[in-house]
């Protein structure tokens, strides 16, 4: 099973998209890049997200964030 993360960027900006388990600790960083606006996705594998049965995806855009639970399909 996967997760798919999409989003609409109308400016470039900063984009960071990080996975956290239960702990808070960072089990995996999706992207982290300077991008040019548009439309964009990426896909969580939840062969990457072991251990836990819950995370946190934190998506930041310049300086602003947001968190989301994440519990992936198994």
Known sequence: EKVRVEY???KPSEVKIEVFNILGVRVL???H???LPGLYHYDI???DLEGSSIYYLKFSVDDKNSVTKLIPAR
Request: no cysteine; charged share 40%; net charge positive.
């Open 45 to 47: 594998s939840a062969k």
């Open 8 to 10: 609409l960027l109308r």
């Open 29 to 31: 960083e999706v992207e």
């Open 33 to 35: 890049s300077r991008q």
